[in-house]
């Protein structure tokens, strides 16, 4: 991909990220971690700062080189590591169905609930 187009891609994730953050709730976590005493290295380590400092050295190395080094964590699943999109792809649907299961499970406990096919 182009330098403008993954740009273009970053940003877009960057104002997606943005949109889904409850900031509230992200003011009530950070108010209870502040309370815990572990305030200040919790801000070191996953504050603004930090993070903004994580994404200068990732735009610096560039997305290849980032993408790369993902790959080789150790850390991440063999599936990650091999087809990230497949991975995820293989996450959400088990997610999905583990709702289902859920749903299904709550639904039987239920005396008078109806299940629909689907």
Known sequence: M????????AEESRRFAEAAT???????????IQASG??????RLLGDK??????AG???KGCARVERQLRADLLLPAS??????????ALQNA????RRKQWREAADR???????AA
Do not use: I
Not at 22 to 32: I, M, N, P, V, Y
Not at 38 to 43: I, K, M, P, T
């Open 2 to 9: 182009t330098v403008e187009a993954v740009s273009a891609m």
């Open 22 to 32: 409850d900031h509230e709730k992200l003011q009530t976590a950070w108010g209870t």
């Open 110 to 116: 239920e005396s008078g609930a109806v299940a629909l």
């Open 95 to 98: 997610l999905a169905e583990r």
């Open 50 to 55: 930090a993070l903004a400092h994580c994404e």
């Open 58 to 60: 990732d735009e610096r």
């Open 80 to 89: 990650f590591r091999a087809n990230p999109a497949q991975h995820f792809y």
């Open 38 to 43: 572990l305030g200040r290295s919790a801000r």
